[in-house]
């Protein structure tokens, strides 16, 4: 059954204390939300994040995890050391991480089974480049990028899993996709979906500067489920803002 969903991605910004002022802030106002709502902080934040979210219908999320369970790979953090905090959400497979640090297709694919292996529920990144989008190429990426994550899994795995579909040219850029372009390839996600498990019900997410003046609009097209928000998940007023319009 398809959710409607607003997730936060904090990046790397905030600090411990930072994060509790804002779930106090956020949490009284929302406490009545159709929406679900997930905060994906950085690790140092987690711990923290899940205390104070207890009790409340905020759920709390990772923005990274490693495909291996254990061994010498210095400065990454399993699926299981997340789990044992009572981590519910991960990001795979963000365009930062494939930019900057070279994550492929195949390693977003095993890192989604690995989190599926310990009880993470993952959001999967897709997206294409200005460049590939000004070629006509756009649906061709995001479709390929969402058939290679979703290698290996099951039908039933779909009720564990997101997709946001974050154009990288909109990622920080100021820049958004209108909400019919948001739609049409999110619209093609869900066919391919539906092509490799015969299940449409999917939650699938844009995220690209979204905002709370551009909200509504992207919310109100009926194949996007929600918002992977990133700068304006930073401030619960904004964030909020959002939350309300889904």
Partial sequence: MRRKVIAGNW??????????DFINELEP??????SEVILCVPYTDLFYAISFCQGTNI??????V????????????SAQMLKCINT???IIGHSERRKLFNETDEIVNKKVLKALENGLKPIICVGET???REQNKAIEKITDQTEKALQGLTK????????AYEPIWAIGTGKTATSKDANEAIKAIRAK???????????ILYGGSVKPENAKELFDEPDIDGALVGGASLKASSFESIIGAN
């Fill in 66 to 77: 490693f495909y291996e369970d254990s061994g010498a790979y210095t400065g990454e953090i």
């Fill in 59 to 64: 759920h709390i999320g990772a923005q990274n």
């Fill in 11 to 20: 990046k790397m910004n905030m600090l411990p204390n930072d994060t509790i």
């Fill in 29 to 34: 106002n929302i406490k009545k939300c159709e």
């Fill in 130 to 132: 200005l460049e590939e």
């Fill in 193 to 203: 979906v539906k092509e490799m498990f015969e299940n449409t019900d999917i939650t």
């Fill in 88 to 90: 519910e959400y991960v």
């Fill in 156 to 163: 039933e795995s779909l009720e564990n899993i997101i997709i």
